[in-house]
C-alpha cells in the first residue's frame, strides 16, 4: 500500500468563508506529513474532515486505499486523534484519563508504557489541573496513542509551549515515525514543519499553494541567500532591490551575495541612507510563503 490516505478535492464552507477551497494531496505510508499555513488557513477543518470529526461539503477520503467514510468502524480503530488538552476533565488525574480513552477502543497500548515514554511518570497521579502546559500535550499527544493507531493525527501540536518543552515533543513525534506510524500534522511554525516533516503541503485560504519536502520548497525560491538589515529609508531599498520589509527590516534575497551586499553599500552611500545591522542567511520556509503570497507566516 502506497498512499495510507488519498483527499480529493476536498471543500468545505461556513457561510461566505470557504475554509476548505478544493484540497487534493496523499499521505504516504510511515511519513510525517505536515500541513503548514497561517492562523485561519483552514488546518484545523481540514483535519477534523479527515478525521470523521466534522462533515465536508465535498470531495473524497479514501484510507488504506478502500474505506472511504473516516466514520467507519475500521478507521476509529486505526486512526489516533490528539485532541485539545482543555477537553480533559480538570479533575482527572493523568492515569485515569488515559484508562477512560483506552477503554473506547478494541485493541489498546499499555497505558503505563505510555505514561513512561511521554515521560509522566512523576505526574502519573497528578490531576489534569496540576500540570504544565508541555505536560498537557504530552499527555494529549499520548492519549492519540492509546489504541495504538496506524495513523495519529496532530493539529498544532506545540502552540504555547517555551522552545525545550517544544523540542521534547519533537523528539517524541520522530520516535512515532521510527515506530512505523504515519504521522499528520498541522502546524504554523515553520521551524516544526522543517524539523519534523518527510511531506510539506503550505497551505493559505482552504488552497494548497506549494508542496514538497524541504529541500525542494526551498530549492524552489532560486535563491541562494538573503540579507537583512534596518535603514532609514527602507521603501528606496525595497524598490530598488526589489525586496521585501518585515518587522522593519529589509530583507534581500539572491543568488550573488557578494556583488548583492556591494550594490546595497553602493546605494546607501549615493542616497546618503543608512545600513545598519546587516545578517546573511539560508533562505527558509518563510522566504517560500513570502514569495508566493507576499505576507508572512506569522501575520
Ligand atoms: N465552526 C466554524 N464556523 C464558522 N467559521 C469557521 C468555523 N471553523 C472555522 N471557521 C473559519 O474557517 C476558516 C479556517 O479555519 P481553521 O480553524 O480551519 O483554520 P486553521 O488554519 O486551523 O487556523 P488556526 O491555526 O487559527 O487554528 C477561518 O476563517 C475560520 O474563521
Known sequence: MNNIIEVKNLKKHYGNVKAVDGISFFVKKGEIFSLLGPNGAGKTTTLEIIEGLRKKDDGEIIYFEKYYSPEDFYIKERIGVQLQSSSFLENLTVLETLKMFSGLYNKSYDVNKLISKFLLNEKKDSKIKELSGGQKQRLAIAVALVNDPEIVFLDEPTTGLDPQARHMIWDLILELKKEGKTIILTTHYMEEAEYLSDTIHIIDSGKIIVK??????????????????????????????????????????TNDLEKTLFDILEFSKQKDISVDNIVIRKPNLEDVFLSLTGRSLRE
Open 212 to 253: 514538497g519536502n524541504v529541500e525542494e520548497l526551498i530549492k524552489s525560491l532560486k535563491k541562494e541567500s538573503v540579507i537583512i538589515f534596518q535603514t532609514n529609508n527602507p521603501e528606496l531599498f525595497k524598490n530598488n532591490f526589489n525586496g521585501i520589509i518585515l518587522n522593519d527590516k529589509l530583507e534581500i534575497s
